[in-house]
């Protein structure tokens, strides 16, 4: 299916702006980037409470915002966000998280990990299962009361997410309802379809994925480590469910579909939904049409697992 009206519109407005491609720029030119796209997310819903916490710990550190939309949420859902492990922060994040918020009737917590090239692999996985920990043993705090705990993320916050699953289980870490994965980044292969189809490169593209991914791993021989590339982790089994969502257009379409596979081969229950005419990044861009029919599906699956794990 061809890319839908708005993204097209979109993507005709950045070609007008004649700015460089993501793989010539430096770091900071690239964020000032993003910054820019996340102006366009529009009005952010009103909050019953919002916290600010930094957090240290001996494996990691990060800054959190706990976003509360009303006094008793029925879950907490912990978010990280994307921006290939370089770019993105918790503030050009805040309205999506909102949003999310005020969808699923959960509190959201925002992470806000260290960014590479300042800080490599493995910064941001520490940071993100020290956040993670905090939020576990902090539920009560946020919510009020005793409610699931959910991992969610996009691209690079994807893939940590991912990884947060896999590493609670094995650490004997919080308890996870569901692990929500929007376009995640499970792969170093820059060689599957999706990569290589002329058509899918569009705001990310393959030279962009090698960027991010020399930035923040730059030896290629570590990048089939499972807390790098979850896809290549040996044992997928006993993960909470998943919901995948990828897009049709996306450089990283074929590895989040990889990892759905591997889950379902490990009996992990997988909600996989590909997103016809769309992009990678159409989820947090409030402004594309994808965008709705992405939040429908999170906050379905949202939903759905909280109400199975409250009538367990």
């Known amino acids: 299916m061809a890319l839908d009206s708005s993204t097209v519109r979109l993507l005709s407005q950045l070609a007008e702006g004649d700015g460089k491609p993501l793989h010539e720029c430096s770091p900071d030119e690239a964020r000032a980037l993003l910054s820019k796209l996340a102006e366009l997310a529009g009005p952010a819903p009103e909050m019953w409470r919002v916290e600010e916490r930094n957090i240290q710990e001996p494996d990691g550190q990060a800054r959190l915002r706990i976003l509360v939309p009303f006094e008793k949420p029925i879950g907490v859902l912990v978010y990280y966000h994307g921006g290939g492990w370089v770019l993105g922060s918790i503030d050009e994040y805040d309205t999506v998280a909102r949003k999310i918020a005020e969808r699923t009737s959960c509190a959201v917590v925002l992470v806000e990990y260290r960014l590479a090239p300042e800080h490599r692999y493995p910064t941001a996985v520490d940071d993100s299962y020290a956040a993670l920990e905090w939020v576990g043993q902090h539920i009560m705090d946020i919510a009020g009361r005793k409610v699931p705990l959910i991992v969610a993320g996009d691209s690079a916050g994807g893939n940590l997410a991912a990884v947060m699953a896999i590493r609670a289980r094995d650490r004997n870490g919080p308890s996870i309802a569901l692990q929500a994965l929007i376009y995640p980044v499970t792969d170093a292969d820059f060689n599957r379809p999706s990569y290589t189809d002329p058509e899918n490169q569009l705001l990310l593209t ?13 030896d290629p021989s570590l ?10 982790t040996e044992n997928l089994s006993r993960l909470p469910p998943a919901v995948i969502i990828t897009a049709e257009h996306d450089v990283l379409r074929d590895e989040g579909e990889a990892y759905s596979s591997r889950l379902q081969e490990a009996d992990v229950p997988v909600d996989i939904q590909r997103i016809a005419g769309q992009m990678h990044g159409f989820f947090t861009l409030l402004l594309l049409q994808g965008s709705e029919l992405g939040f429908q599906h999170i906050v379905k ?3 759905a697992s909280i109400f199975s794990t409250s009538k367990a």
């Not at 990048?223 to 896809?231: E, G, I, K, V």
């Open 301 to 303: 699956a949202v939903k």
């Open 223 to 232: 990048r089939t480590q499972p807390d790098a590339s979850p896809l290549h």
């Open 206 to 218: 393959r030279d962009g994925m090698i960027w991010f991914w020399d930035h923040y791993l730059p």
